[in-house]
């Protein structure tokens, strides 16, 4: 885990979603502890672990905390988790948003697939994508993470969606192209980047993956 301690404060200048973290200490009883920091190291045990494969006992030796502490400061495992969550988005996932702000379509999909290899084969941080593996492979235990993992991907996938839908609008995409499904098939790939960095494949060739897709772009209107 030591070898990750710069990777979320890379993240920190470009980070443009403001969440709103619920772990100050109560007024007269300093916690002795610093929570973002605590939380960060959470972040990076469920990144490189996943939800059930990251233990209490790992997340608080690596938060450097009792788990009394813990559960005062983040609550439950799946509380901790969701708030981890909240983190990467906002830090090393937020290329997703800053992408929908490019001035075309075809712009959006490459800035968000280019981000997408980026994010998942940074130096220094875990391989792949905390929101893409972090409990494809669970239990029952793992189920809160599942499903919050599995609304973390809807969600993604709708605010391009909506995005592509105001490029038909535009006039940027052509009259009647299927935005949902477009915005499927890009979010099929970018999954795909995030597993197969996870597996091991390098940078270049991810980004070719990210080439050959856009060579198949709708052409402009």
């Known amino acids: 885990m030591r070898r990750y301690h710069l990777c979320i404060a890379r993240y920190r200048t470009t980070s443009v979603v403001s969440v709103t973290r619920q772990t100050r200490a109560p007024i007269g009883r300093p916690r002795g502890f610093d929570a973002d920091e605590a939380l960060e190291r959470a972040l990076l045990v469920f990144w490189e672990r996943g939800y059930e494969g990251a233990c209490l006992a790992e ?55 280019d981000g997408t290899v980026e994010a998942t084969t ?27 993992l599995a609304e973390w991907r809807r969600a993604a996938g709708k605010h391009l969606e909506m995005r592509l839908r105001r490029a038909v609008a535009e006039g940027d995409l052509a009259p009647g192209t299927d935005a949902g499904r477009l915005a499927r098939y890009v979010m099929t790939v970018s999954f795909g980047i995030a597993v197969q960095a996870a597996g091991g494949v390098g940078r270049d060739d991810l980004q070719e993956v990210v080439d050959l897709a856009l060579a198949a772009w709708p052409p402009p209107v």
């Open 59 to 113: 997340l608080t030796e690596a938060m450097g905390i009792t788990r009394t502490s813990m559960y005062a400061a983040f609550g439950n495992k799946e509380q901790l988790f969701r708030k981890a969550l909240d983190l990467y988005t906002e830090g090393p996932a937020s290329y997703g948003l800053r992408a929908l702000a490019e001035p075309t379509a075809e712009a959006v999909v490459r800035a968000f697939l």
């Open 122 to 148: 940074r130096p220094g941080c875990p391989a792949g994508c905390l929101g893409v593996q972090g409990s494809l492979a669970a239990g029952d235990a793992g189920e809160p993470a599942r499903v919050a």
